[in-house]
């Protein structure tokens, strides 16, 4: 176990020249502690086995270096006479290797903790990474999903939910480069839910720019879009009843005049205002009130036909829009199942409560050209069945016209009073 030859190199790595170590016994070059750890693998080395392995080693200048040390037995036919020792600097792969690995462990971290779902596959679009908002997203695990096409993994479906949709990563994959962002519905793997996705993709290149695969990010837009819907449904529709709100009526309108016009029909506009109702909020209380308008406000629905518009105006005021008609009696036949359906008490938390209503009604082309003047002359018709003793509908007839008197449920024509 004594040296008998070695190279420059040890001056470097251990302080000393090659003649200072001859005839030195290997405890001494290597120290106590070092050599404590060799033992193994020279005791293995002198029965003949050859060695390979790492081990780590602080040179003269105190600078830790990583080695690989190689033991080969010297044989003399059986009996073996020493060993050849060689010993590789390591050090600088070492450093790159940790900071790969260090990189890769950020990346990890980094993928893992972002909100967005990430999808990585080689350049074949066969699926080798996915983040836990990935996996969240499609139902795949990631060890189920490597290997397998990103088609059968992100199943995708335009917006409408009507057909499947050509995923952007394959997209960036064909065109080799960066696709924009694309809006999109996923599909998960099992239960079908559906998720808003805004997907982008991009292609990976090695350093000589050949494509080694594509990463998608897939940003999770469902509440955003549930949220834009809502807000739009708001903006046309009455946030106690969810009827039609006048913005909405007044559009519907515009096109009902159109078809009207063309078509050579009429369509009626009805005003109605509840009787009593102020009685009820004062003396119950407005919770009361609020819930009386939403249960007439179904009975209102159901006594039109699907392409009629119910609309709350605003407090107990309501208007209805009958599109496409052809005579006034089939306005007042819808006046008669409103108020049919109307009339009958409401049972609200076990209270029984009885409102009337009163409506006016006005007619295009006979009574207005547009929406504004059916508006004013229905509200005018209106007040002249509450100014005639409530509970009735009466139908505007122009200012010349005398105003009759009519029995709740019934329906004639009246003065503009």
């Known amino acids: 176990m004594h040296n008998r030859f070695a190279n420059h190199a040890y001056v470097e790595w251990f302080g000393k020249a090659p003649d200072e170590m001859r005839g030195k016994h290997i405890r001494e070059l290597l120290g106590e502690e070092l050599y404590q750890k060799t033992l193994p693998y020279l005791g293995h080395a002198l029965q003949g086995h050859a060695q390979i392995f790492e081990r780590t080693i602080v040179d003269p200048a105190g600078t830790e270096r990583y080695a690989i040390a190689s033991y080969v037995p010297d044989m003399d036919g059986d009996e073996v006479r020493g060993i050849f020792v060689q010993v590789t600097d390591i050090t600088e792969r070492k450093r790159m290797e940790e900071a790969l690995f260090e990189e890769k462990e950020r990346m990890r971290l980094t993928l893992k903790s972002i909100g967005d779902a990430v999808v990585c596959t080689d350049a074949q679009g066969l699926v080798t990474y996915l983040n836990p908002v990935a996996q969240r997203l499609t139902g795949w695990q990631g060890f189920d999903a490597a290997g397998r096409n990103v ?35 996923l599909l998960h793997r099992t239960s079908g839910q559906r998720f808003d996705v805004e997907e982008t993709a991009s292609p990976i290149t090695d350093r000589h720019g050949h494509i080694t695969g594509a990463v998608a990010v897939l940003r999770d837009v469902t509440e955003s879009v549930a949220m834009a819907e809502r807000m739009a449904h708001l903006a046309q529709y009455d946030v106690l009843t969810d009827l039609p709100n006048r913005v909405l009526l007044q559009d519907r309108a515009r096109q009902a005049l159109a078809h ?122 209106m007040y002249a069945a509450k100014t005639a003793g409530r509970r009735q509908f009466r139908l505007y007839a122009g200012a010349d016209a005398q105003p009759v008197l009519v029995t709740q449920g019934d329906v004639q024509a009246v003065e503009n009073s």
């Open 260 to 381: 009207a016009r063309r078509d050579k029909k009429s369509v009626a506009v009805m005003y109605i205002d509840l009787d009593g109702f102020k009685q009820i909020n004062d003396t119950l209380g407005h919770d009361m009130g609020d819930k009386l308008l939403v249960q007439l406000a179904k009975r209102l629905t159901g006594a039109v036909r699907v392409s009629d518009t119910a609309c709350r105006q605003g407090g107990d005021e309501f208007v209805v829009m009958l599109p496409s008609i052809d005579t006034a009696e089939q306005a007042c036949h819808v006046a008669t199942k409103i108020m049919a359906a109307c009339s009958p008490a409401y049972v609200i938390n076990d209270q029984v409560l009885s409102v009337g209503l009163s409506g006016g009604i006005a007619l295009f082309p006979q009574h207005g050209e547009n929406f504004d003047e059916l508006s004013r002359h229905a509200d005018a018709a």
């Open 151 to 185: 088609d059968e993994v992100m199943r995708l479906v335009t917006p409408d939910g009507q057909a499947p949709q050509t995923s952007p990563l394959r997209q960036a994959l064909a065109q080799k480069k960066a696709v924009e962002p694309t809006r999109g519905v």
